[in-house]
Every structure is written in C-alpha cells, then in structure tokens.
C-alpha cells in the first residue's frame, strides 16, 4: 500500500486532500454548531443545511458533466480557491460580531455552489492519477486520509470553539455556554479551515493527472443529454441501480441524523455538547480509518458480491442511531460508532473500486457525480424533513429513522440485484461499446 506514497505525485495529492479534510471537519462541527448557538433551532440547523444542498443537488449532475468535458483537477483548483474566500469571510464575520442567520444562509448557498463542481471532481479523480492495479490502494489511501481528518478534525474544532478541552458531564443545556462564550472559537475554527483549502491549493498545483479519454461524437452534445446519458448507464445496470438507490436511503435517513440530529442530542445531553459531539464523530472516524486501511488490503468481498455485503453492512450503521438514543452515555455513542465506521468506510473502498473499474473512462466523471447527488445531494431534502422531526420529537424521530434504515437496507440485501453480473447489453449500447 504504501509504495503508491513514495510516488511524488500522488504523495502531493494525498497530503492536500488529507489536511483539506481536517479543514472540513473542523467546520463540520462549527457549521451546525453555529447556527444551533445563534438560534437554538434544530429546525434553522436543517434548513441551513437544506440551503447548502440545494444549489448542490440542482448542479452537481452539470458538475459530473464539465469534470468529464475538461479534467479532475482544474475543477478542484477553482473551487478550492472559492471555498477558501468563503471561510475566510465568514471567519472575519465572526471576528468582528457581525454574523446573522441571514449572512449564514447567504454562506450555505455558496459552499453548495461550490460543493456541485468539487465532489464529482474529488471522486473521479483517483484514476487519473493510478494504474489500473492500484485503483483499489490509491482509493483505500485516500479514504484514509479522509478518516484520519474526521478523527482530527472534530476533537481540534471542539477544542478550539470551546477554547480548552474540558471534562464533560451529564449536566443539562442550561449550565453550558452562550454564542457570545464560543463566538471566537467559532472565529478560530473556521479561520483554521481556510488554511486547509489554501495549503490543499498549493498542492494541487504540483500535481500532474493524465486527461481521460474523450469521446469525439460528444462534442456537440448538449450538457442535458451527456448527463442522460450516464444516468440510463446507471439505470442499465441493476446492481449498480440498487447500490445507488440504497444510498439514497443511507442519505434520507443516517446523514441527517448524524449532522442535525446528534448536535442536539448532545447539546440536550450534555454540557460541553460540541466537545461530546466531536468525540462521537472521532470516534466514528477511527472505526473508519481501520476500515479503509483493511479495505485497501484484504480481497474481501468479491467484486459480484460488494452490493449485497454493503447493505448487510449499512444495517447496523442504520441500528447504531437508536442505540445511542436508548443509552444516553457517549462512551456507548463512541463505541458503537466506531464499530459502524470500521464497516462504512471498509465497504466504500470496495464499491469505489467496483463502480470505478465497471464504468466506462469517458463517463466517469458524469456517473460519480450521480454517486455523490446519491450520497449527499438529497441532503436538503433529508435535513428539512429532520428539522421539522426533530423539533417534533428528537428522540423519536431519530428511532424512527433508525427503524427505517434497518428494515430497508436487509430488504434490499436479500434483493437478487445485489448480486453483480457483468455488465448488461443495454449498458454497452448506452456507453458506445
């Protein structure tokens, strides 16, 4: 695994994308963490959400499309350096008092802009950068570098909001702080993720990613039909067409739960909430670094047999929500965390691969975008649904959604589509074969 390392090239990739992460996950306990402390509203905490994923879902798909019409990597560069203007502002803002809900919302919508063009980027651009052979290494990598940012990321930003690491207790909501108390370290925390996206920049620019093949009867395609063109490839593919819409499911009713509904959970819990939070999501993290560091090792499972070990997998992801509301103690939260990370990230590595390597080169770009539109573009959807649950009922709905994970991702295991074959003749027809 580690040879991929000594390659200059890929070893500068690797680095930006790894402190990038920890950028993100410094701001992925602020963001939330912000909008609860300035309106007390799970119900705003999910419609800032839903405000960042719309403009997200709306282009991600046209994101795919111009990945596949230029390359991975200028996309990432453009788009690092808009995200990195973005956090920078809003760190300032903070600075000098003059954040609203308004200035916030005006900043979601922004980073999902931004989102649409760098996911479909992000995801495709692995291949462009290994042999064929060490697709699976350069993905587990890559996933471990993402893992090892989600345990850093959020025990920094819980320290760095809070302003010193303290010792949580089971104290209620009203004995922890105001927004005034963690305006700065919010100030701090997203200052921090600026210095990611500008370190993660640079790198960028020392890479060099070899240009996928392009096919000359697309050039006067529309961006319309390049982008319906790769959703009837998907649509084509049954075991493909069920991994996706399984993922949507783990989207509608995990996501959600785990950015909107967690947060406060903690905060109704405990009091250093966002301390208790990021220990949840480190905990997490470090399942899931285990998991990709296995998953760029072991052979298991096989390539026909990946979408029906996934959702096996996703269902105890799904039962790990209810668990953590039936006993409140966030050593139990860490522990069966980390046991559903090992598992998620071990699997991702698998269905990356396999859903690289069965694509044709010349759609690639266009059908990971359809992956991410599946994996995070339904957030908005999810996070308005949540916020309105979650003002409701919060421990409920989080045992409904569980439930609903559970039964759903068992039913589609025992599906006969969750077996992979090769690939259909209508695919081939669709991909030009």
Aim: aromatic content about 12%.
């Amino acid at each position: 695994m580690l040879h991929l390392l000594k390659d200059r090239n890929f070893l500068f990739y690797w680095l930006g994308q790894f402190v990038s992460v920890i950028g993100d996950h410094v701001s992925m306990l602020a963001f939330p963490w912000l909008v609860l402390q300035l309106t007390g509203s799970e119900l705003l905490m999910g419609l800032v959400f839903a405000a960042q994923g719309l403009p997200r879902a709306a282009l991600m798909l046209w994101g795919g499309a111009l990945v596949d019409r230029t390359n991975p990597r200028s996309i990432m560069l453009w788009t690092n350096l808009l995200r990195l203007v973005l956090v920078m502002v809003l760190a300032y803002l903070l600075y000098i008092d003059s954040v609203t809900i308004e200035v916030v919302f005006a900043m979601a919508i922004a980073f999902g802009l931004a989102d649409a063009f760098f996911y479909p980027a992000t995801t495709s651009m692995v291949p462009s950068l290994v042999k064929g052979d060490d697709l699976q290494t350069g993905n587990s990598l890559v996933q471990t570098s993402m893992w090892l940012g989600v345990i850093i990321g959020p025990v920094i930003a819980g320290v760095v909001i809070a302003g010193e690491a303290t010792t949580v207790s089971h104290a209620p909501q009203e004995a922890g702080g105001s927004f005034q108390d963690d305006r700065m370290g919010l100030a701090r925390a997203f200052f921090l993720d600026g210095l990611t996206f500008a370190f993660s920049y640079l790198t960028l620019l020392f890479v060099r990613a070899r240009n996928y093949e392009k096919d000359e009867s697309e050039a006067g395609q529309s961006m319309a039909s390049a982008i319906m063109q790769a959703i009837k490839w998907v649509w084509a593919n049954p075991s493909v067409r069920l991994g996706f819409i399984g993922i949507a499911i783990l989207e509608m009713f995990f996501q959600a739960p785990i950015f909107i509904g967690l947060p406060a959970l903690a905060d109704l819990r405990f009091e250093e909430g966002a301390y208790v939070y990021g220990l949840e999501i480190a905990a997490y993290g470090s399942g899931a670094l285990l998991g990709a560091i296995a998953g760029g090792m072991l052979k298991w499972p096989k390539p026909e047999n990946v979408v029906r070990v996934m959702f096996l997998i996703f269902t105890f992801s799904g039962a790990t929500i209810g668990l953590i509301v039936l006993y409140p103690p966030y050593w139990w939260a860490m522990l069966v965390f980390f046991i559903a990370g090992c598992g998620d990230s071990y699997i991702w590595v698998h269905f990356t691969t396999f859903l690289q390597k069965a694509t044709p080169e010349k759609l690639l770009g266009r059908v990971m975008s359809i992956l991410m539109f599946m994996s995070v573009g339904l957030l908005p959807i999810a996070s308005i649904i949540a916020g309105f649950a979650f003002e409701w009922n919060l421990e409920l709905s989080l045992m409904i959604a569980s439930g609903i994970l559970v039964v759903s991702c068992l039913l589609a295991a025992a599906h006969p589509y969750a077996k992979a074959k090769e690939m259909t003749e209508g695919a081939k027809q669709v991909a030009g074969e």
